[in-house]
């Protein structure tokens, strides 16, 4: 999961005059003295051979122990036009009610700047509250080829990122050979044995209540070794959604601030069981498809993927009350907050998809 500091820096300068190399100082609310950066890469055509300064109007408090006082590495994607979906109102405010959601975002630009470091792996500042004002002229032209390959250094830095997170997160999601089921196995597998009179969000939450007791009662092991990829793997959209219910349920749980004694009502457990409530309605619309849905399947699956639409934004909700009641590590929670959102953006992009191919199928 990418640290997402967008919210809790003050101001910046960054500096691309330098062809291969980018320079800056971000000015962060819990640091008196300035972050440094120096990366390798050029920014995007739109900032590339200047330099430029922002402010963040609505800056917010918070610790971020975990960077130190200088930075090197890789840049990723720099620009300030990229394109940016913004929630119009709140989740909690923005209930999709009876019927199919609707998407309730609007499109603005926004600063987008990330790096990959060894220390920190990647970081991502992006925001749309930023004001944005030029300090030189550009002090070179990015070519159309330097753009290409810029391009493909940002592909590359942003794979291996991936590749690296996956191998970890699909070590732990994956059943090993002859070991215990995934968590969300073992919770199909009740709810087919108990069958339609199954209380589904009962069995999850004593699923994932059993699961912790389990981490508990065992000594800390190390991180797995990747495992190899099955051959009929999960939806992409599943196997992020149960990552990151996992994430949510160690994480937590590791820095105490999830622990047996909260009630299934507590913000941090409602954020953990609604996000794999998601994955595992998720499965059961999207798993088992591994080409294009077809016509006549999508009443089926839009039956399952709408309910998973309903309990990402609860855990949104869920994820709101985090932060207000500052449950948890500001930054962490902000990085939780913007893969529910983009994997509620999916989901309701993909229930638009699948009510097209519905409606052509049925003229």
């Known amino acids: ?40 890469g050029n920014a995007g055509r739109d900032l590339a051979g200047r330099c430029w300064q922002f402010v963040n109007l609505h800056p917010r408090p918070g610790q971020l122990e975990m960077l130190g006082p200088s930075l090197t590495g890789v840049l990723g994607e720099c620009t300030a036009s990229r394109k940016v979906k913004v929630p119009e109102v709140p989740p909690r405010e923005a209930r999709p009610g009876v019927g199919a959601p ?107 209540a059993l699961r912790r007791r389990e981490r508990l009662s065992r000594p800390p092991a190390p991180l797995p070794l990747p495992v190899t990829q099955p051959q009929n793997p999960d939806h992409p959209l599943v196997a992020r959604a149960h990552a990151l219910a ?6 937590p749980s590791s820095r105490g601030w999830l622990t047996d004694e909260l009630s299934p009502e507590h913000p941090m457990a409602d954020q953990v069981a609604s996000t794999m409530k998601a994955a595992i309605k998720l499965a059961g619309g999207l798993n088992g498809h591994p080409g294009i849905i077809r016509p006549e399947e999508c009443a089926a699956a839009l039956h399952w993927v709408r309910q998973a639409f309903e309990f ?15 449950l948890a590590d500001a930054v962490w929670q902000i990085g939780v907050r913007v893969e529910l959102t983009e994997l509620a953006q999916e989901t309701a992009a993909l229930i638009e998809e699948l009510e ?8």
């Not at 002229?137 to 592909?155: G, I």
């Not at 059943?175 to 339609?196: A, N, Q, V």
């Not at 990402?312 to 500052?326: N, T, V």
């Not at 097209?356 to 003229?363: D, I, L, T, Y």
């Open 356 to 363: 097209r191919r519905q409606s052509r199928g049925c003229e």
């Open 312 to 326: 990402l934004e609860d855990a949104l909700c869920a994820a709101e009350d985090c932060s207000r009641q500052k």
């Open 102 to 208: 609707v998407l309730r975002w609007h499109w603005r630009n926004g600063v987008f700047i990330e790096w990959f470091c060894p220390r920190n792996g990647r970081v991502v500042l992006a925001s749309t509250d930023y004001q944005l004002g030029m300090l030189s002229d550009a002090a070179w032209t990015m070519t159309e080829a330097e753009s290409a390959a810029q391009q493909r250094a940002v592909k590359a830095a942003q794979l291996r990122a991936v590749e690296s997170s996956e191998s970890i997160w699909l070590a732990l999601t994956r059943k090993p050979p002859g070991g215990p089921p995934r968590l969300i196995d073992r919770i199909h597998e009740r709810l087919s044995r108990e069958g339609p009179q199954a209380d589904f969000e009962r069995i999850v939450e004593e699923e994932i």
């Open 1 to 40: 999961m990418a640290w997402h500091i967008g919210e809790f820096v003050l101001r910046g300068e960054i500096d691309n005059r330098v062809r291969g190399k980018v320079t800056g100082r971000l000015w962060l609310t819990s640091h008196p003295e300035p972050l440094l950066l120096d990366l390798t």
């Open 246 to 251: 996992l994430r949510l349920l160690e994480e």
